[in-house]
């Protein structure tokens, strides 16, 4: 059984770098993962709205069909894109979230902001993420959300070690989104608990247990200061120890995570003795 604290808690973004899985290998892969014993622990498969005309022939071919199948739409070819591409879409695929960058890394992110604000209302009731780039105007893209369905979405990792955002970087953000009482995404980077550097590609990458603490400590009322100092843990211990008086509870603020790799977090978390593993009869 997967803990409260952890239900949904890994969107699958396997066709995603750095995995970049074929959309095929992603259906296949998801179809597994939804029948798993873990499988509380995945969001629904991220598509891209430029892929969404290949996926009612794979399900035709690889799904039997049964409940729902989710996805996530993230929208590569524009926010003016999405409505058409999803309303094409057959019955049995359910739009869980929609997610749109509203700007590249160093543009102003407030017309795209406004675009997907006055855009949101022909999505239904999928959940919408708007990714604001670290940059300048966030706080300003982040005020335009205020009061709307919408839920930010920040990038914390990519094949660039500038998408890395520092601790004191991502507190700030973090307590932002806290004053003006929103919950967050985040997405890119986090494949393991702990703050670590990778070997292969220098890169220093936050821990989803990091950020989770972070998150408690902000929904506390902490200031920037003291969540940097939740980013900053190398040692999974006593990030373990807070997660785990937690297990049964909901995530505060934060939404989850997109990985392009769903059973590298899940490996962390059984190995910490976070989730058990049903023993094998």
């Known amino acids: ?43 629904p498969l991220l598509v891209k709205t430029s892929q969404l005309t290949e996926l009612p022939a794979l399900l035709d071919r690889h799904w039997d069909g049964d409940g729902e199948f989710r996805i996530g739409v993230v929208a590569d070819t524009g926010i003016g894109a999405v409505t058409k591409a999803v309303a094409a879409l057959p019955a049995g695929v359910r739009v869980a979230q929609i997610e749109a960058p509203v700007a590249k890394r160093g543009e102003d992110p407030m017309p795209g902001a406004a675009e997907l604000k006055a855009t949101v209302g022909e999505w239904g009731e999928a959940l919408v993420y708007g990714e604001i780039p670290l940059t300048f105007g ?7 959300f205020v009061g709307t369905v919408i839920t930010p979405k920040f990038r ?6 500038e998408l890395f955002p520092t601790p004191d970087e991502l507190a700030v953000v ?19 608990a702990a703050r670590h550097t990778d070997r292969a590609t220098g890169f220093t990458h936050h821990g989803f247990l990091n950020v989770l603490l972070a998150c408690v400590r902000a929904a506390e009322g902490a200031d920037a200061a003291t969540v940097a100092e939740a980013l900053r843990h190398t040692d999974p211990r006593p990030l373990v120890d807070v997660t785990y008086e937690l297990r049964d509870r909901e995530r505060p603020l934060w939404a989850g995570f997109g990985s392009c790799s769903v059973t ?9 003795g976070l989730i058990e593993e049903p023993v094998q009869p």
Do not use: N, Q
């Not at 995404?185 to 986090?190: D, H, I, W």
């Not at 590298?264 to 910490?272: A, M, T």
């Open 1 to 43: 059984m997967i803990p409260t604290l952890f239900r949904g808690f890994v969107d699958d973004a396997a066709v995603f770098p750095p995995g970049s899985a074929s959309l095929p290998d992603a259906v296949r892969a998801h179809l597994d993962h939804r029948v798993r014993w873990y499988r509380e622990l995945v969001g």
């Open 138 to 144: 966030l706080h300003e893209a982040l005020d335009t």
């Open 156 to 161: 914390t990792g990519g094949l660039l070690a």
């Open 174 to 192: 973090i307590v932002a989104c806290v004053e003006r009482d929103m919950r967050l995404k985040l997405t890119a980077g986090l494949h393991h």
């Open 264 to 272: 590298e977090p899940l490996d962390d978390l059984i190995g910490l």
